[in-house]
Protein backbone atom coordinates (compact mmCIF):
# COMPACT_ATOMS: atom_id res chain seq x y z
CA UNK A 1 0.00 0.00 0.00
CA UNK A 2 2.77 2.54 0.96
CA UNK A 3 4.67 1.77 -2.50
CA UNK A 4 1.25 2.47 -4.09
CA UNK A 5 0.82 5.85 -2.83
CA UNK A 6 4.07 6.65 -3.68
CA UNK A 7 3.82 5.99 -6.66
CA UNK A 8 0.76 8.35 -7.00
CA UNK A 9 2.42 10.73 -5.41
CA UNK A 10 5.66 10.87 -8.14
CA UNK A 11 2.55 10.53 -10.85
CA UNK A 12 1.07 13.42 -9.24
CA UNK A 13 4.06 15.54 -9.05
CA UNK A 14 5.31 15.36 -12.37
CA UNK A 15 1.63 16.22 -13.34
CA UNK A 16 2.01 19.12 -11.82
CA UNK A 17 5.33 20.11 -12.99
CA UNK A 18 4.44 19.32 -16.79
CA UNK A 19 2.31 22.20 -16.56
CA UNK A 20 4.56 25.20 -16.27
CA UNK A 21 8.12 25.59 -17.89
CA UNK A 22 11.17 25.19 -15.52
CA UNK A 23 13.89 26.94 -18.13
CA UNK A 24 11.51 30.43 -17.77
CA UNK A 25 11.26 29.88 -14.31
CA UNK A 26 14.97 29.49 -14.07
CA UNK A 27 15.57 32.42 -16.23
CA UNK A 28 13.16 34.65 -13.98
CA UNK A 29 15.72 34.07 -11.10
CA UNK A 30 17.07 37.01 -9.48
CA UNK A 31 20.28 35.86 -9.18
CA UNK A 32 22.79 38.45 -11.18
CA UNK A 33 24.35 35.19 -12.83
CA UNK A 34 21.11 35.11 -14.75
CA UNK A 35 19.71 38.83 -14.88
CA UNK A 36 22.92 39.56 -16.82
CA UNK A 37 22.08 36.83 -19.54
CA UNK A 38 18.92 37.73 -19.77
CA UNK A 39 19.13 41.46 -20.21
CA UNK A 40 21.37 40.93 -23.63
CA UNK A 41 19.86 37.12 -24.90
CA UNK A 42 20.36 38.29 -27.98
CA UNK A 43 23.94 39.13 -27.66
CA UNK A 44 25.14 36.28 -25.64
CA UNK A 45 23.24 33.64 -28.81
CA UNK A 46 21.56 31.47 -25.80
CA UNK A 47 20.02 28.24 -26.87
CA UNK A 48 18.16 25.54 -24.49
CA UNK A 49 16.38 22.65 -24.32
CA UNK A 50 14.79 21.03 -21.29
CA UNK A 51 13.33 16.84 -21.13
CA UNK A 52 11.97 15.85 -17.99
CA UNK A 53 11.67 12.19 -17.84
CA UNK A 54 9.28 10.55 -15.57
CA UNK A 55 9.48 6.96 -13.36
CA UNK A 56 7.84 4.97 -16.76
CA UNK A 57 10.54 6.84 -19.17
CA UNK A 58 8.31 9.32 -20.38
CA UNK A 59 9.21 12.38 -22.07
CA UNK A 60 8.06 16.18 -21.14
CA UNK A 61 10.30 18.80 -23.58
CA UNK A 62 11.29 22.59 -22.96
CA UNK A 63 13.07 24.36 -25.22
CA UNK A 64 14.31 28.31 -25.20
CA UNK A 65 14.94 30.05 -28.11
CA UNK A 66 16.36 26.68 -30.41
CA UNK A 67 17.33 27.30 -33.75
CA UNK A 68 18.97 24.49 -35.40
CA UNK A 69 19.44 27.04 -38.59
CA UNK A 70 21.60 29.46 -36.16
CA UNK A 71 25.31 28.50 -36.28
CA UNK A 72 27.18 28.12 -33.43
CA UNK A 73 30.91 26.38 -32.94
CA UNK A 74 29.92 23.32 -31.02
CA UNK A 75 33.67 23.42 -29.61
CA UNK A 76 33.99 19.88 -27.73
CA UNK A 77 30.44 18.76 -27.88
CA UNK A 78 31.17 16.91 -31.24
CA UNK A 79 33.02 14.28 -28.83
CA UNK A 80 29.93 12.70 -27.89
CA UNK A 81 29.04 11.12 -31.79
CA UNK A 82 32.91 10.81 -32.17
CA UNK A 83 33.13 8.77 -29.12
CA UNK A 84 29.81 6.72 -30.01
CA UNK A 85 30.65 6.12 -33.45
CA UNK A 86 34.25 4.67 -32.85
CA UNK A 87 32.45 2.16 -30.60
CA UNK A 88 29.84 1.45 -33.32
CA UNK A 89 33.07 0.76 -36.16
CA UNK A 90 34.55 -1.57 -33.42
CA UNK A 91 31.24 -3.70 -33.55
CA UNK A 92 31.28 -3.75 -36.96
CA UNK A 93 34.78 -5.35 -37.56
CA UNK A 94 35.27 -8.65 -36.03
CA UNK A 95 38.98 -8.19 -34.77
CA UNK A 96 39.48 -5.60 -32.80
CA UNK A 97 37.73 -4.28 -29.30
CA UNK A 98 37.71 -1.55 -26.93
CA UNK A 99 40.83 -2.94 -25.10
CA UNK A 100 42.53 -4.08 -28.64
CA UNK A 101 45.67 -2.07 -28.58
CA UNK A 102 46.47 0.54 -31.26
CA UNK A 103 49.17 3.15 -32.79
CA UNK A 104 48.67 6.22 -35.07
CA UNK A 105 51.64 6.98 -37.81
CA UNK A 106 53.67 9.58 -35.92
CA UNK A 107 52.41 9.20 -32.93
CA UNK A 108 54.07 8.63 -29.82
CA UNK A 109 51.57 6.56 -27.64
CA UNK A 110 49.99 2.94 -27.90
CA UNK A 111 46.55 3.00 -26.40
CA UNK A 112 43.29 1.65 -26.94
CA UNK A 113 39.48 2.81 -28.01
CA UNK A 114 38.61 2.46 -24.31
CA UNK A 115 41.53 4.70 -22.83
CA UNK A 116 40.96 7.21 -25.33
CA UNK A 117 36.93 7.61 -24.79
CA UNK A 118 37.68 7.42 -21.47
CA UNK A 119 39.66 10.47 -21.75
CA UNK A 120 37.45 12.36 -24.41
CA UNK A 121 35.11 12.54 -21.11
CA UNK A 122 36.88 13.06 -18.19
CA UNK A 123 39.20 15.79 -19.32
CA UNK A 124 37.86 16.45 -23.34
CA UNK A 125 40.90 15.40 -24.51
CA UNK A 126 41.87 16.44 -27.79
CA UNK A 127 44.40 14.48 -28.88
CA UNK A 128 42.07 11.19 -27.81
CA UNK A 129 39.40 12.56 -30.05
CA UNK A 130 41.66 13.10 -32.71
CA UNK A 131 42.83 10.00 -32.38
CA UNK A 132 39.36 8.34 -32.99
CA UNK A 133 39.23 10.82 -35.80
CA UNK A 134 41.49 9.28 -37.64
CA UNK A 135 40.27 6.07 -36.74
CA UNK A 136 37.01 7.51 -38.07
CA UNK A 137 37.52 9.79 -40.77
CA UNK A 138 35.09 12.13 -41.80
CA UNK A 139 33.14 10.21 -44.11
CA UNK A 140 32.01 7.55 -41.67
CA UNK A 141 31.14 9.79 -39.51
CA UNK A 142 28.95 11.71 -41.49
CA UNK A 143 27.41 9.21 -42.82
CA UNK A 144 26.73 7.94 -39.49
CA UNK A 145 24.95 11.49 -38.46
CA UNK A 146 22.80 11.51 -41.85
CA UNK A 147 21.51 7.74 -41.06
CA UNK A 148 20.74 8.28 -37.84
CA UNK A 149 18.93 11.55 -39.09
CA UNK A 150 20.71 14.21 -37.59
CA UNK A 151 21.37 15.55 -41.15
CA UNK A 152 22.45 19.32 -40.76
CA UNK A 153 25.26 17.99 -38.29
CA UNK A 154 28.23 18.25 -40.03
CA UNK A 155 32.35 17.20 -39.09
CA UNK A 156 34.91 18.57 -41.10
CA UNK A 157 38.15 18.85 -39.31
CA UNK A 158 40.41 17.43 -35.89
CA UNK A 159 40.37 19.52 -33.10
CA UNK A 160 43.72 22.24 -32.16
CA UNK A 161 45.96 20.32 -34.73
CA UNK A 162 47.91 21.73 -38.03
CA UNK A 163 45.91 20.16 -41.20
CA UNK A 164 42.78 19.68 -39.22
CA UNK A 165 40.41 19.24 -42.10
CA UNK A 166 43.28 16.61 -44.12
CA UNK A 167 41.13 14.15 -45.84
CA UNK A 168 43.51 11.75 -45.65
CA UNK A 169 43.39 9.69 -42.18
CA UNK A 170 46.56 8.68 -40.88
CA UNK A 171 47.63 4.59 -41.04
CA UNK A 172 47.12 2.87 -37.66
CA UNK A 173 48.14 -0.53 -36.89
CA UNK A 174 46.07 -2.47 -34.49
CA UNK A 175 47.97 -5.45 -32.42
CA UNK A 176 46.43 -8.28 -32.36
CA UNK A 177 48.35 -11.51 -30.56
CA UNK A 178 49.98 -13.05 -34.19
CA UNK A 179 49.24 -10.11 -36.38
CA UNK A 180 48.48 -6.77 -37.30
CA UNK A 181 45.51 -5.06 -38.83
CA UNK A 182 46.15 -1.62 -40.87
CA UNK A 183 43.48 1.25 -41.65
CA UNK A 184 43.78 4.14 -43.06
CA UNK A 185 40.54 6.67 -44.24
CA UNK A 186 40.68 8.77 -47.62
CA UNK A 187 37.52 10.88 -47.18
CA UNK A 188 35.41 13.30 -49.50
CA UNK A 189 35.53 17.06 -49.53
CA UNK A 190 32.18 17.40 -47.21
CA UNK A 191 29.61 20.12 -48.05
CA UNK A 192 29.72 23.77 -47.00
CA UNK A 193 27.22 24.60 -44.36
CA UNK A 194 24.72 26.19 -45.25
CA UNK A 195 23.67 28.25 -42.05
CA UNK A 196 22.60 31.21 -40.55
CA UNK A 197 25.25 33.23 -38.93
CA UNK A 198 28.13 31.92 -39.94
CA UNK A 199 30.11 34.76 -40.14
CA UNK A 200 31.04 35.91 -36.61
CA UNK A 201 32.34 38.87 -35.30
CA UNK A 202 33.98 42.30 -36.08
CA UNK A 203 37.65 40.46 -36.56
CA UNK A 204 39.73 37.54 -36.09
CA UNK A 205 42.75 36.33 -35.02
CA UNK A 206 44.59 34.21 -38.29
CA UNK A 207 48.53 33.09 -38.09
CA UNK A 208 48.86 35.46 -35.13
CA UNK A 209 47.73 38.46 -37.30
CA UNK A 210 44.70 40.13 -36.15
CA UNK A 211 42.28 40.08 -39.48
CA UNK A 212 39.32 42.81 -39.31
CA UNK A 213 37.04 41.04 -40.64
CA UNK A 214 34.67 38.28 -39.73
CA UNK A 215 35.34 35.10 -39.10
CA UNK A 216 33.85 32.40 -41.34
CA UNK A 217 32.33 29.15 -39.90
CA UNK A 218 31.40 27.50 -43.10
CA UNK A 219 33.63 24.99 -42.94
CA UNK A 220 33.71 24.43 -39.48
CA UNK A 221 31.96 21.29 -37.37
CA UNK A 222 28.56 21.74 -36.85
CA UNK A 223 26.01 19.88 -34.68
CA UNK A 224 22.58 21.81 -33.14
CA UNK A 225 21.20 21.82 -29.66
CA UNK A 226 18.73 19.57 -31.09
CA UNK A 227 21.09 17.12 -32.30
CA UNK A 228 23.31 16.66 -28.90
CA UNK A 229 19.93 16.72 -26.79
CA UNK A 230 18.61 13.80 -28.97
CA UNK A 231 21.89 12.11 -28.74
CA UNK A 232 21.66 12.01 -24.75
CA UNK A 233 18.07 10.98 -25.58
CA UNK A 234 18.73 7.93 -27.62
CA UNK A 235 21.57 6.41 -26.01
CA UNK A 236 19.96 6.22 -22.22
CA UNK A 237 16.59 5.65 -23.43
CA UNK A 238 16.73 3.53 -26.62
CA UNK A 239 13.49 2.13 -26.21
CA UNK A 240 11.74 5.16 -27.19
CA UNK A 241 13.21 5.16 -30.52
CA UNK A 242 12.96 3.62 -33.65
CA UNK A 243 15.77 0.89 -34.38
CA UNK A 244 17.46 2.83 -37.22
CA UNK A 245 18.11 5.68 -34.99
CA UNK A 246 19.54 4.18 -31.76
CA UNK A 247 23.35 3.10 -31.61
CA UNK A 248 24.94 -0.18 -31.83
CA UNK A 249 26.50 -0.02 -28.28
CA UNK A 250 26.13 -3.30 -25.92
CA UNK A 251 24.78 -3.19 -22.70
CA UNK A 252 28.70 -3.51 -21.38
CA UNK A 253 29.83 -1.26 -23.50
CA UNK A 254 27.05 1.20 -22.14
CA UNK A 255 28.22 0.50 -19.07
CA UNK A 256 31.25 1.88 -19.66
CA UNK A 257 30.52 4.64 -21.09
CA UNK A 258 27.98 5.60 -18.10
CA UNK A 259 31.09 5.13 -16.22
CA UNK A 260 33.01 7.44 -18.44
CA UNK A 261 30.72 10.67 -18.62
CA UNK A 262 30.44 10.52 -14.77
CA UNK A 263 34.06 10.46 -13.84
CA UNK A 264 35.47 12.77 -11.77
CA UNK A 265 39.47 13.49 -13.46
CA UNK A 266 40.25 12.08 -9.76
CA UNK A 267 38.78 8.87 -10.49
CA UNK A 268 41.70 8.14 -13.06
CA UNK A 269 44.38 9.31 -11.04
CA UNK A 270 44.73 12.77 -12.06
CA UNK A 271 45.70 16.08 -9.60
CA UNK A 272 42.73 17.50 -8.18
CA UNK A 273 44.65 20.82 -8.10
CA UNK A 274 44.96 20.56 -12.11
CA UNK A 275 41.98 18.75 -12.98
CA UNK A 276 39.53 19.93 -9.85
CA UNK A 277 36.29 17.72 -10.21
CA UNK A 278 34.33 20.10 -11.86
CA UNK A 279 36.91 20.36 -14.73
CA UNK A 280 34.29 19.51 -17.21
CA UNK A 281 31.01 19.29 -15.35
CA UNK A 282 29.64 23.21 -15.83
CA UNK A 283 25.90 22.42 -14.80
CA UNK A 284 25.21 22.29 -11.41
CA UNK A 285 29.03 22.57 -9.94
CA UNK A 286 30.81 24.79 -12.57
CA UNK A 287 31.22 27.71 -10.72
CA UNK A 288 32.34 24.96 -7.55
CA UNK A 289 29.38 25.89 -6.01
CA UNK A 290 27.72 21.93 -4.48
CA UNK A 291 24.71 23.77 -2.87
CA UNK A 292 22.30 21.04 -4.75
CA UNK A 293 24.53 18.08 -3.77
CA UNK A 294 22.00 15.80 -1.95
CA UNK A 295 19.41 16.09 -4.36
CA UNK A 296 21.92 14.94 -7.63
CA UNK A 297 22.51 11.18 -7.92
CA UNK A 298 24.51 11.47 -11.23
CA UNK A 299 25.63 13.39 -14.25
CA UNK A 300 26.21 12.44 -17.32
CA UNK A 301 27.92 14.90 -19.56
CA UNK A 302 29.81 16.14 -22.20
CA UNK A 303 30.82 20.04 -22.56
CA UNK A 304 32.89 21.83 -25.15
CA UNK A 305 34.22 25.45 -25.05
CA UNK A 306 36.12 27.25 -28.09
CA UNK A 307 35.73 30.92 -29.34
CA UNK A 308 33.83 31.95 -27.22
CA UNK A 309 30.71 29.68 -27.60
CA UNK A 310 30.46 27.79 -24.17
CA UNK A 311 27.86 24.23 -24.56
CA UNK A 312 27.12 21.43 -22.46
CA UNK A 313 24.57 18.59 -22.56
CA UNK A 314 23.86 16.32 -19.62
CA UNK A 315 21.16 13.36 -18.24
CA UNK A 316 21.21 14.72 -14.63
CA UNK A 317 19.69 11.96 -12.34
CA UNK A 318 17.41 13.44 -9.46
CA UNK A 319 15.86 11.57 -6.40
CA UNK A 320 12.22 11.03 -8.30
CA UNK A 321 12.88 12.54 -11.96
CA UNK A 322 16.00 12.32 -14.93
CA UNK A 323 16.60 15.43 -17.08
CA UNK A 324 18.22 15.86 -20.46
CA UNK A 325 19.82 19.77 -20.50
CA UNK A 326 21.46 20.86 -22.94
CA UNK A 327 22.38 24.85 -23.67
CA UNK A 328 24.46 26.77 -25.45
CA UNK A 329 25.97 30.42 -25.21
CA UNK A 330 28.67 33.15 -26.43
CA UNK A 331 30.54 34.85 -23.94
CA UNK A 332 33.07 36.66 -26.85
CA UNK A 333 32.34 39.79 -25.58
CA UNK A 334 34.76 41.81 -27.96
CA UNK A 335 33.44 39.89 -31.07
CA UNK A 336 36.96 39.07 -32.26
CA UNK A 337 37.70 35.40 -32.53
CA UNK A 338 40.67 33.38 -32.15
CA UNK A 339 41.77 36.00 -29.68
CA UNK A 340 41.44 33.47 -26.60
CA UNK A 341 39.82 36.28 -24.98
CA UNK A 342 36.79 34.97 -23.59
CA UNK A 343 34.14 35.46 -20.86
CA UNK A 344 33.87 31.64 -19.64
CA UNK A 345 34.41 32.21 -16.16
CA UNK A 346 33.43 35.55 -15.60
CA UNK A 347 30.05 34.76 -17.54
CA UNK A 348 29.60 31.79 -19.27
CA UNK A 349 30.25 29.05 -16.42
CA UNK A 350 28.60 30.62 -13.37
CA UNK A 351 25.56 31.08 -15.49
CA UNK A 352 25.25 27.32 -16.61
CA UNK A 353 25.93 26.50 -12.73
CA UNK A 354 22.81 28.63 -11.82
CA UNK A 355 20.92 28.27 -14.46
CA UNK A 356 20.81 24.28 -14.21
CA UNK A 357 20.62 24.37 -10.36
CA UNK A 358 17.34 26.67 -10.84
CA UNK A 359 16.11 24.07 -13.29
CA UNK A 360 16.39 21.28 -10.65
CA UNK A 361 15.19 23.13 -8.07
CA UNK A 362 12.12 23.75 -9.68
CA UNK A 363 11.74 19.79 -10.72
CA UNK A 364 12.92 17.97 -7.35
Not at 41 to 58: A, G, R, V, Y
Not at 88 to 111: V, Y
Not at 250 to 278: A, H, T
Not at 313 to 319: D, E, F, G, S
Amino acid sequence: MKNFILIIIILFSFSCISTKNPIKIALNSKDKKIEKIKKNINEFELQIKLTIIDSSNNFKDYSFRVNSKKYFYPASTVKLPIALFSIEKINEIDEINLNTSFKIKDDTLTTTIREEIEKIFVISSNQSSNRLFEFLGQDYINLKLKAKGFKRARIFHRLSTANSENLISKKINFFLEDSIITLQNKNLKPRNLKLKKLKKGKAHVKNGVLINEPMDFSRKNYISISDLHEMIKILFFPKNFDKSKTFNISKKQLVFLKESMSKLPRDIGLDPKIYPDNYVKRFIYGDGKNILKNNIISIYNKTGSAYGHLTETALINLKYYSVILTATINVNSNKIYNDNLYDYKEIGIPFFAELSREIVKNID
